[in-house]
């Protein structure tokens, strides 16, 4: 049973920097793209980034573009998610999540993925 466990959550200033990270274990971690998505109060759970198994290739959603980084420590099983120039909206749960397979073209899409960890909070206050 693979089991991802997201950290680094918390309250920031908006326009500083958090970086989330998402540590798996009890199954395969590799040949997989990795992706993080939030959900914020009252919406819908929206994908935020995605990246290869390789780390060569990554996807972002147009509202974090530019400010997020997605990247991956294979010989750890961890993906990071770097959290800079943070805004009051980008206030949401942080998850990350293992896509069933290794493209990158359907990792905007909530069913590509069979593994989801339980979320980490992170609030921007202004």
């Known amino acids: 049973q693979v089991q991802l466990v997201e950290s680094g959550g918390g309250l920031v200033q908006a326009g500083g920097s958090l970086r989330l990270s998402c540590t798996a274990s009890?199954?395969?971690?590799?040949?997989?793209?990795m992706g993080w998505f939030r959900q914020a109060l009252g919406k819908e759970r929206e994908f935020v980034a995605g990246?290869?198994?390789?780390?060569?290739?990554?996807d972002y959603a147009d509202a974090v573009k530019g400010r997020f980084i997605i990247s991956r420590d294979n010989a750890k099983d961890t993906v990071y998610l770097w959290m800079n120039r943070v805004k009051l909206e980008d206030t949401a749960v942080y998850y990350c999540?293992?896509?069933?397979?290794?493209?990158?073209?359907?990792?905007?899409?909530?069913?590509?993925?069979?593994?989801w960890g339980q979320g980490t909070q992170v609030t921007v206050s202004s």
């Open positions: 999540a293992r896509n069933r397979g290794n493209n990158l073209q359907g990792a905007t899409l909530r069913q590509s993925y069979d593994y």
């Open positions: 009890g199954g395969t971690f590799s040949g997989r793209v």
């Open positions: 990246i290869s198994w390789s780390g060569d290739s990554s």
